[in-house]
Structure formats: structure tokens, C-alpha cells
């Protein structure tokens, strides 16, 4: 995933993430145990920040594991984290247990996405929400943007799409904000581009504060039926490998007892 340019002097770079954090370069000095005169030296390139400083001050600011690897590399360092294949065996403990996760909260559908929306791995619950799709969003990469927001995807079938849409929208916009990444910006821009058609009959929900105030909930329409569910998003703490800082575990709770129910029996 392609993101900032290297040709940008570490300093620049590092008071860019600075002010996108909102942080001074006192805050910012106080945080890494350094002074905002050093700070300031490092910003405008009169002083070379060394590797550990570039990784102190990335941590302190909130820089996503692949875009420290590009401050150190514009520092003229190597890079500290590597990029593992999801499929290589070192991963298997890995996705064993993402696996075992998966199948555990069956039959509530849930899936693995890495920072493009790819889906890498999903449960039964997710193949009976999708089923019925387009065949070419289902054909690899599936991508979970794609999937959700396409007309020949499950738009058609959820009832609160302008609210679920602009929800995820903005999901991408903030993540386009933190990466700046070409790819991301070019899927966003496909996926904002996709119609906005009602669903069969020009149905319309009556929004989220009628039976779920505390949370947007995903209103859709399977097997015939009307089920409402929470989503919930779950990454890996303290990840020293790019591929794993990117995963992200989404999963839907049901928001309601008709659709817990309902997906209960599917189990029994």
C-alpha cells in the first residue's frame, strides 16, 4: 500500500504528524523525555534525529507501523518492522487462532479485514449475510467496501444505507487522513462514486434512536427477514509486524432479541 513519498526530509514529516496530532513541541518534548528546542531542531532538519528518537517520537505521536518504517527510512535507517505474508508459515499460529475466533462467534457473522478492506478471512455468518451477491464482488480480493456499498452487493438490502454508508465513508476518510495512501484513496473514491437506490418496495428504516439508541446499527434484510446488528472493530495491541498492524476484526453483535433469537436457531 503505497503512502507518503520518501523524498520528504524526515523533519517535515515528523511535524507533520505533529499537527495533525495537535500537539506543540513542548507537549510533544514533555511526552519523549526531550525539549521542544530539540524538537524544533529536529522539525526545520538542523539536527538528525537518531533511530531511537525517530521511533520515540513516532510512538508518542501515534504513527501507524508502516509509516515508521518510512520515517526511518528518510532518516537514513532501516527499516525496524517487517511485512510478513498473511500466508507464510511463520503466520500460522496466527491465523489459526483468527480462525478459531471466527468459527467461535458463529453464527454471528464476523470477518478479518488488513488496511485495504480485504477480507482475509470470515465466518459462516458473514457467507449467509452475502449470500445472493454479485459473483464478481465474492471473486478474490473480496473486498469488504465493495461488498457492502455496490448496488449489485448488499446496499439493496440494507435499510438504513445512507446512514451505514456515511458512516463508512467517513471510517475511510479518517484512515485516508492517518496513511495517506493512493490505494486507499482511489477505493474510496470508487466506492463514494457507487448510486444510492432504495431497496426493493423504496423501503426506508426509521433510523437508529427508534430501538437502538446507543450505537448505529446495521439494518438488513436476510432470508426474509429484518435483522439489526452492532458492529464492532478489534486490532491487535502492540504489533511489531505491518501485515498484523493492519488486520482489523470486525464483528456484529445482534441489536436486538429478534435477531439474536434468530440467529441462535440457526446454530441449534
Given at each position: 500500500?503505497?503512502?507518503?513519498?520518501?523524498?520528504?526530509?524526515?523533519?517535515?514529516?515528523?511535524?507533520?504528524?505533529?499537527?495533525?496530532?495537535?500537539?506543540?513541541?513542548?507537549?510533544?518534548?514533555?511526552?519523549?523525555?526531550?525539549?521542544?528546542?530539540?524538537?524544533?531542531?529536529?522539525?526545520?532538519?538542523?539536527?538528525?534525529?537518531?533511530?531511537?528518537?525517530?521511533?520515540?517520537?513516532?510512538?508518542?505521536?501515534?504513527?501507524?507501523?508502516?509509516?515508521?518504517?518510512?520515517?526511518?527510512?528518510?532518516?537514513?535507517?532501516?527499516?525496524?518492522?517487517?511485512?510478513?505474508?498473511?500466508?507464510?508459515?511463520?503466520?500460522?499460529?496466527?491465523?489459526?487462532?483468527?480462525?478459531?475466533?471466527?468459527?467461535?462467534?458463529?453464527?454471528?457473522?464476523?470477518?478479518?479485514?488488513?488496511?485495504?478492506?480485504?477480507?482475509?478471512?470470515?465466518?459462516?455468518?458473514?457467507?449467509?449475510?452475502?449470500?445472493?451477491?454479485?459473483?464478481?464482488?465474492?471473486?478474490?480480493?473480496?473486498?469488504?467496501?465493495?461488498?457492502?456499498?455496490?448496488?449489485?452487493?448488499?446496499?439493496?438490502?440494507?435499510?438504513?444505507?445512507?446512514?451505514?454508508?456515511?458512516?463508512?465513508?467517513?471510517?475511510?476518510?479518517?484512515?485516508?487522513?492517518?496513511?495517506?495512501?493512493?490505494?486507499?484513496?482511489?477505493?474510496?473514491?470508487?466506492?463514494?462514486?457507487?448510486?444510492?437506490?432504495?431497496?426493493?418496495?423504496?423501503?426506508?428504516?426509521?433510523?437508529?434512536?427508534?430501538?437502538?439508541?446507543?450505537?448505529?446499527?446495521?439494518?438488513?434484510?436476510?432470508?426474509?427477514?429484518?435483522?439489526?446488528?452492532?458492529?464492532?472493530?478489534?486490532?491487535?495491541?502492540?504489533?511489531?509486524?505491518?501485515?498484523?498492524?493492519?488486520?482489523?476484526i470486525e464483528t456484529f453483535l445482534p441489536a436486538d432479541p429478534g435477531t439474536a433469537s434468530y440467529l441462535r436457531?440457526?446454530?441449534?
Open positions: 500500500m503505497t503512502t507518503v513519498a520518501l523524498d520528504t526530509g524526515v523533519g517535515p514529516l515528523l511535524r507533520s504528524w505533529r499537527e495533525r496530532s495537535r500537539i506543540s513541541q513542548l507537549e510533544l518534548a514533555l511526552r519523549a523525555d526531550s525539549s521542544a528546542r530539540h524538537i524544533s531542531f529536529i522539525e526545520t532538519g538542523r539536527a538528525r534525529p537518531s533511530e531511537e528518537m525517530v521511533l520515540r517520537l513516532a510512538e508518542h505521536l501515534g504513527v501507524p507501523v508502516r509509516e515508521r518504517n518510512a520515517l526511518l527510512v528518510v532518516a537514513g535507517y532501516a527499516p525496524r518492522y517487517t511485512e510478513t505474508a498473511l500466508d507464510d508459515p511463520a503466520m500460522g499460529a496466527l491465523r489459526e487462532g483468527m480462525d478459531r475466533l471466527l468459527q467461535g462467534y458463529d453464527p454471528y457473522p464476523a470477518l478479518v479485514v488488513d488496511g485495504m478492506y480485504n477480507v482475509v478471512a470470515a465466518n459462516q455468518g458473514i457467507a449467509r449475510m452475502t449470500a445472493g451477491v454479485a459473483e464478481h464482488l465474492l471473486a478474490p480480493p473480496l473486498n469488504a467496501m465493495r461488498l457492502t456499498l455496490h448496488p449489485e452487493g448488499l446496499a439493496p438490502r440494507i435499510r438504513n444505507l445512507r446512514e451505514w454508508r456515511a458512516d463508512l465513508l467517513a471510517q475511510m476518510e479518517r484512515q485516508i487522513a492517518l496513511v495517506r495512501s493512493a490505494e486507499l484513496r482511489e477505493l474510496y473514491e470508487e466506492v463514494a462514486g457507487y448510486p444510492v437506490e432504495p431497496g426493493p418496495g423504496g423501503e426506508e428504516w426509521d433510523g437508529p434512536s427508534s430501538s437502538v439508541p446507543f450505537a448505529l446499527p446495521l439494518v438488513i434484510e436476510q432470508d426474509g427477514r429484518l435483522l439489526s446488528f452492532v458492529a464492532s472493530i478489534a486490532t491487535f495491541n502492540t504489533p511489531m509486524d505491518v501485515t498484523v498492524a493492519e488486520l482489523a436457531s440457526l446454530a441449534s
